[in-house]
């Protein structure tokens, strides 16, 4: 049974950097593809990363590219997105969620992610 659990968010003030960790069991490392997500208040879900948990480049939003990173942490078993140069529209409840197949051009597009975990609060302060 797959299971993610995230942790890492919390309160920081614009311009500060915050690493989220998404803790991932119960899948296969080689086939899948765990991805982070967004919502902001009044907003929609957005995708923002995903990384192939078998190893291979990230994929970035590109409303995010250059202050987001995501990386596997092998030793670990995690997933963590980097976030840097934070600012207040940076605020939402980020999620990572695991797709059953390799990320791909795909990557993110929402329901084929199929185990999401439960969330985890940003909150940028000018």
């Known amino acids: 049974q797959v299971q993610l659990v995230e942790s890492g968010g919390g309160s920081v003030q614009a311009g500060g950097s915050l690493r989220l960790s998404c803790a991932a069991s119960?899948?296969?490392?080689?086939?899948?593809?765990i991805g982070w997500f967004r919502q902001a208040p009044g907003k929609e879900r957005e995708a923002v990363a995903a990384?192939?948990?078998?190893?291979?480049?990230?994929y970035y939003a590109d409303s995010v590219k250059g202050r987001f990173s995501i990386v596997q942490d092998n030793a670990k078993n995690t997933v963590d997105l980097l976030i840097n140069s934070l600012n207040p529209e940076d605020t939402a409840m980020y999620s990572c969620?695991?797709?059953?197949?390799?990320?791909?051009?795909?990557?993110?597009?929402?329901?084929?992610?199929?185990?999401w975990g439960q969330g985890n609060q940003v909150t940028v302060s000018s």
């Open positions: 969620a695991v797709r059953g197949l390799f990320c791909g051009d795909r990557w993110c597009v929402l329901s084929d992610y199929y185990v």
């Open positions: 119960g899948y296969t490392r080689s086939s899948n593809c």
């Open positions: 990384i192939p948990t078998g190893g291979g480049k990230g």
